[in-house]
């Protein structure tokens, strides 16, 4: 991996917020739900063999993904909040874990720690026409290198992510998982998760898909901010939570 692996950009200012989008699409994702959050210091990239950023040789992982994402946030002298979306957000849990000192804290949004906990058949399929479009009018690997992601993320999804109940006791910050009440992971593998992770917690948008991001920017953006800077105590009965 060379610095110039990911194209990346920033604006704003404020505390760190890497943003991270879905597979198949690149930054401009993230767009909507950026708008919404306004006071931070913003990094948005493209992740290898997405947008603006070449594809490199070989199959993709997601450990690599977040080397990847490492090298543009190592740039900066203080850990970035990073919030992600479905493969972002898996990007994210991997980036945490890797390196830990680059994360303040993670939203887990519309994800599976483990590819076991997607719902059956929301991965098969060919992705919309549209997104090659996007891709091709970008990419610098040409539109004609779209069917080569598409495969790429096709074999990368059948056996990742690969994390396990016990990667997750190891995640050391606060994670906020997020999802839509009509998303595409199983209810009992986000349970497992929350239960697993030390400092976790869950949303769940009503009548939202695994398109939240562009559904409903602004309430999970209020979700977000008072994640971050909020009050976090654990109320007045918890029992998860209970010392």
Known sequence: MTPSTCWSAESGAGEQLLLLHPG???????????????????????????????????????????????????????????????????????????????????????????????????????????????????SPDGVQHWDAVVQKARELHLREPDLSVADLHGVGIPVLIVVGDDDQVQWGHLIEMLEALPDGELAVLPRATHGAIVEKPALLAKLIREFHHGDRDDGVAPLRRRP
């Open 24 to 138: 198949g699409t690149d930054s401009a994702a993230m767009g909507p739900l950026a708008e919404h959050l306004t006071g931070y210091r913003q990094v948005v990239l493209d992740r290898p063999g997405h947008g603006r950023s070449a594809d490199v040789d070989g199959d993709w992982s997601f450990a690599m993904m977040a080397d990847a994402v490492a090298e543009v946030l190592q740039r900066h002298p203080t850990p970035a909040h990073v919030v992600g979306w479905s493969d972002g957000a898996i990007v994210g849990l991997y980036l945490a874990l890797r390196r830990p000192e680059l994360v303040r804290s993670l939203v887990f949004g519309g994800a599976v720690f483990h590819h076991s906990g997607w719902r059956p058949g929301v991965l098969d399929g060919e992705p919309p026409e549209f997104m090659r479009e996007a891709y091709g009018a970008v």
